[in-house]
């Protein structure tokens, strides 16, 4: 009888580590070694397609600035998504949010003009988050009064907000010229850049802070995520939503309100997608066009999935689609190997963190295997 318990402490442990940090390493460990076997039956160099890779996300102070710049949205779109799967609900209308903001912060930037940078940047913000939030309300209405699926609702939104931006920008906020795109803002009403909250001199002695278009919505983002991270940990908003994600039977049971709580959370989750929108017409394009989102919100998702929905974990995962973003022009340009390889990456990414079982198995053999060494 002591054979059991002597296993339990060599299992558990490892189990709850692996589940929680191994297997999206592991993951992306897959990815990429699959990747290789693809670029090296296509008749590609995988070794130089990597280090170009590497090379075009972190291989100086511009191109670490590049991949925070296209990490940014992915943070505030992978929290909206984790927070959304962390109440059971799978918000899949982040980018359709995504264009409210966007939306909401060059509307409102304009009429701001001449007021001080701090008023005007929170709130724009807020505005953003607030359109993101009056998106999903009625997806998450329809939920909790009729249980429309949230899938579809958001994904019907999406199409919706699209082609709205569309629409508007080409008519009623359509500024003067060619272009389909709205009047640009003000500085008062921009993120600035990194590297111009310091002096040339600064620049000169410290080259790293040369981090060329990355901007503040970063800083904004990594405090949105702490805060995210915060309330679903030490606060009842948090433990309502955990635990509706939990069982919403058992929640209902003890007395928490799941239709409530439904509502919050697709909310809640709708403005974080919006502030997506925000810090990228604020710290990007100074404008919003025609489909000016490159799917940000649809990238969210594997963002969240490779995080295991922790909030924390959010930013290292938007920081890995920064990268591969960033560094796939470089590994076009120097190793040939066309950009649709980082796609496949990407993808495989998303497949072994949802076949988590298929990278569980291994380890269960691993330590079948180092526990019939140890007896």
Avoid at 198 to 218: C, K, V
Avoid at 286 to 304: E, K, L, N, P, Y
Wanted: charged share 10%; glycine share 10%; proline share 5%.
């Amino acid at each position: 009888m002591s054979e059991p318990r002597d296993e339990i402490p060599v299992q558990r442990p490892w189990m709850a580590i692996v589940q929680k940090i191994g297997t999206p390493i592991l993951s992306a460990a897959l990815a990429i070694a699959i990747g290789s076997f693809i670029m090296w039956i296509s008749g590609y160099d995988a070794p130089a397609a990597y280090a170009a890779l590497f090379k075009g996300a972190f291989g100086g102070p511009k191109q670490i600035g590049d991949t925070i710049l296209r990490a940014t949205p992915l943070i505030f779109t992978g929290l909206a998504v984790a927070y959304g799967f962390r109440a059971g609900l799978f918000n899949i209308g982040a980018e359709g949010q995504l264009f409210m903001g966007g939306l909401a912060a060059a509307a409102l930037g304009v009429f701001l003009v001449g007021q001080p940078w701090i008023l005007v940047a929170p709130a724009l913000l807020i505005a953003s988050a607030l359109a993101g939030a009056a998106w999903a309300f009625i997806p998450a209405l329809l939920k909790a009064r009729i249980g429309a699926h949230e899938v579809i609702t958001t994904m019907m939104f999406t199409y919706i907000a699209r082609y709205l931006v569309s629409w508007l920008v080409v008519g009623p906020l359509k500024a003067e010229g060619q272009i389909p795109q709205t009047t640009a803002l003000m500085p008062e009403a921009q993120l600035p850049r990194i590297q111009g909250l310091f002096s040339e001199g600064a620049l000169e002695a410290f080259p790293f802070l040369n981090l060329g278009r990355a901007h503040l919505g970063i800083a904004v983002a990594v405090i949105v995520a702490t805060i995210v991270w915060l309330i679903l940990k030490y606060t009842t908003l948090g433990y309502e939503n955990r635990a509706v994600g939990f069982n919403a039977f058992a929640s209902e049971t003890a007395g928490i309100s799941v239709q409530w709580t439904t509502v919050k959370a697709l909310c809640i989750s709708g403005a974080l997608a919006g502030l997506a929108g925000s810090v990228e017409v604020m710290g990007v394009h100074h404008r919003i066009f025609d489909q000016f989102s490159s799917g940000f919100g649809f990238t969210g998702i594997a963002v969240a999935l490779l995080a295991k929905n922790h909030p924390l974990g959010v930013i290292p995962a938007a920081l890995l689609f920064g990268a591969l973003s960033a560094g796939a022009g470089t590994m076009q340009l120097e190793a040939h190997v066309p950009q649709k390889i980082i796609l496949i990456i990407q993808a495989l990414v998303i497949f072994f963190v949802a076949a988590e079982e298929i990278i569980l198995w291994f380890v269960r053999r691993r330590q079948k295997e180092a526990m019939s060494h140890a007896g």
